[in-house]
């Protein structure tokens, strides 16, 4: 049975503030469920949250992590508008699985939502992400790390597929730790500032590490 998803909380973006200022957070990653059902894909409330935060707590970084928004331009150019300190969307896979692991989403949408990013705001941290043990190739996650690398992606982080639920894909490869060391070594070859490779990496996993790495290589580029 399809439950409709709540009403979006006013509120919450004061809330998420606060519990910042309390917990003293340097660095917050703010994300959400997609939400299709709303006009703006839930653009707005991603801009109210930010604005909350840097108003309660100015020196707390801010990342998040959003959806590809279907395409819409408007819905991102709003969360920019709330001046992020790093905008990350997640390609999860490689571009010929995408039928399979995404049908719902769009390889191309997703590059071009990185790109749009890097090209309305060029002092923004780009990050994305995705997963392997799917069926990909490694000459597949190459040309995956080109592409992103094409769109001025800055931070990178690969993990390991995990099936969350008997309903979801079966994990096609456990890839060996060893395999996640040389993708890091490629990725940092093609020219990310910084990547975190390995079995158990999520796409928040050192975010605050990453975001320090990225700001001091823009003073400093000779790092």
Do not use: W
Request: glycine fraction near 6%; proline fraction near 4%; include cysteine.
């Amino acid at each position: 049975m399809n439950e409709q998803p709540l009403r979006v909380d006013g509120d919450e973006p004061e809330r998420i503030a606060g519990a910042v200022v309390e917990l003293r957070l340097s660095h917050v990653v703010v994300t959400s469920v997609t939400r299709d059902d709303l006009e703006d894909g839930g653009a707005s409330h991603f801009f109210k949250t930010v604005k909350a935060i840097h108003r309660h707590s100015k020196m707390t970084s801010v990342e998040v992590l959003v959806p590809d928004f279907n395409g819409n331009e408007k819905s991102l150019n709003t969360v920019l508008e709330a001046k992020v300190d790093v905008l990350g969307h997640n390609i999860e896979t490689v571009a010929s699985l995408y039928g399979t692991v995404r049908p719902g989403a769009n390889y191309e949408r997703s590059l071009s939502l990185l790109s749009k990013a890097k090209k309305t705001d060029s002092n923004i941290i780009t990050k994305s992400g995705f997963m392997v043990g799917l069926g990909e190739t490694a000459n597949e996650v190459f040309e995956l790390m080109k592409d992103l690398k094409d769109t001025g992606c800055d931070i990178l982080t690969i993990g390991q597929y995990l099936k969350p639920s008997r309903k979801h894909m079966d994990v096609v490869e456990y890839v060996h730790p060893d395999i996640f060391k040389e993708y890091k070594q490629k990725a940092y070859q093609i020219g990310f500032k910084h990547v975190e490779s390995g079995p158990l990496v999520r796409s928040s996993y050192r975010s605050s590490e990453a975001y320090k790495r990225c700001r001091q290589l823009t003073v400093n580029p000779h790092m």
